[in-house]
């Protein structure tokens, strides 16, 4: 058990300081909208998501949309319907609590890390959950760090520190790539969300993408000897 969640807790040490970089870009953002160290805390221990984030910071306003910004949350979270089935093997047996606690430490990062090491076939829940608390603990750090340096930094695009969201998910993206089997999948998923992006307001091209490309790996995959059409399947 302790082995396993330091472990988790070490694998994402590199991803963690990257998160770390960006979450300090939400939180200089967060500053200039004049949001309190609480509130950030607060909204990162609720939400735990940094899309999501960045878009509720966007958002922020005197006078709170709080409707529309938790919609626009809900939309931008939907992926994690997916990746939640994803790692569904991987709860198999724990009780309800247990998942829904562990569920909301699953950010991206960690979860990406965990199904590498899934293929490998030495995940478990306690990998899983000492990613997130390492994710978690650098996404507050940067955040916060950020925020409380605000005022230094008013452009952190002259800096590239912005870039360092789109540099991480392409990092994850190379791990997760198994070969020739996930290009149409990829594919499918980049252009449904291409196209979802120029025609669909707010976030929903993050939604259609995964479904698209999830969808499409699933009608890809070979069929196993059982499942072909007409052969008789033995009862268990």
Same mark, same amino acid.
């Given at each position: 058990m302790k082995a396993d969640f330091y472990r988790g807790a070490s694998a994402n040490v590199p991803i963690a300081a990257s998160v770390a970089a960006y979450g300090? !870009?939400?939180?200089?953002?967060?500053a200039q909208k004049g949001l309190s160290w609480l509130d950030l805390l607060l909204?990162?221990?609720a939400v735990f998501a940094g899309s999501a984030q960045f878009v509720m910071v966007d958002m922020w306003s005197k006078h709170l949309p709080v409707i529309e910004m938790a919609?626009?949350?809900l939309v931008i979270n939907l992926r994690y319907l997916l990746v939640g089935a994803s790692l569904g093997p991987l709860f198999s047996g724990r009780s309800l609590l247990c998942k829904?606690?562990?569920?909301?430490l699953v950010a991206d990062e960690n979860w990406a890390v965990t199904m590498t090491e899934q293929r490998k076939g030495t995940a478990s829940v306690w990998f899983l959950f000492g990613?997130? !608390?390492?994710?978690f603990l650098c996404w507050c750090s940067g955040t916060l760090a950020g925020l409380m340096g605000g005022g230094l930094v008013s452009h952190p695009e002259y800096?590239?520190?912005?870039?360092?969201f789109t540099a991480i998910f392409t990092a994850l993206a190379v791990g997760l790539f198994q070969g020739k089997k996930d290009i149409p999948p990829w594919l499918a998923a980049g252009a449904l969300a291409l196209i979802a992006h120029h025609f669909l307001p707010g976030k929903w091209y993050i939604v259609i993408g995964g479904v698209g490309?999830?969808?499409?790996?699933m009608l890809a995959a070979p069929k196993t000897p059982a499942s072909?059409?007409?052969?008789?399947?033995?009862a268990s």
């Open positions: 300090s !870009v939400l939180g200089m953002l967060a909204m990162n221990s919609f626009a949350v829904v606690f562990l569920m909301h990613g997130g !608390v390492m994710v800096y590239a520190l912005d870039f360092a490309g999830a969808i499409t790996a072909k059409e007409g052969e008789h399947v033995p």
